[in-house]
């Protein structure tokens, strides 16, 4: 078993910045990959950004590429999401979520074995 723990969230101006974390604890030798995902109010879970443990790489949304960066410390079992230049529709609650397998990041949120609880981020016009 893996867990996920979110943290970093809050309420932020438009153009503003905010760093979340996950630290993950348990099996996570298993991880091949971290990702982001979020659900704004009424919508869905939707991918946000994903990186792949071993080898670094990472794969974003084309909503937030050039925004938002995600990371990994291996040493920590931590993984980030830097969030810059946010916008009103960036708010949402933010999970993590871990998948083993054959590819280190899918966008479909039934792929992903482990997921956080989640952390607000609201962004303020």
């Known amino acids: 078993q893996v867990q996920l723990v979110e943290s970093g969230g809050g309420l932020v101006q438009a153009g503003g910045s905010l760093r979340l974390s996950c630290a993950a604890s348990?099996?996570?030798?298993?991880?091949?990959?971290f990702s982001w995902f979020r659900r704004a109010p009424g919508k869905e879970r939707d991918f946000v950004a994903a990186?792949?443990?071993?080898?670094?790489?990472?794969y974003y949304t084309d909503s937030v590429k050039g925004r938002f960066t995600i990371s990994g410390d291996n040493a920590k079992n931590m993984v980030y999401l830097q969030m810059n230049s946010l916008k009103p529709e960036d708010t949402a609650v933010y999970y993590c979520?871990?998948?083993?397998?054959?590819?280190?990041?899918?966008?479909?949120?039934?792929?992903?074995?482990?997921w956080g609880q989640g952390t607000q981020v609201t962004v303020s016009s």
């Open positions: 979520a871990a998948r083993f397998g054959n590819s280190y990041y899918s966008t479909q949120a039934s792929e992903y074995h482990y």
């Open positions: 348990g099996r996570t030798v298993s991880i091949y990959g």
């Open positions: 990186i792949n443990r071993n080898s670094g790489n990472t």
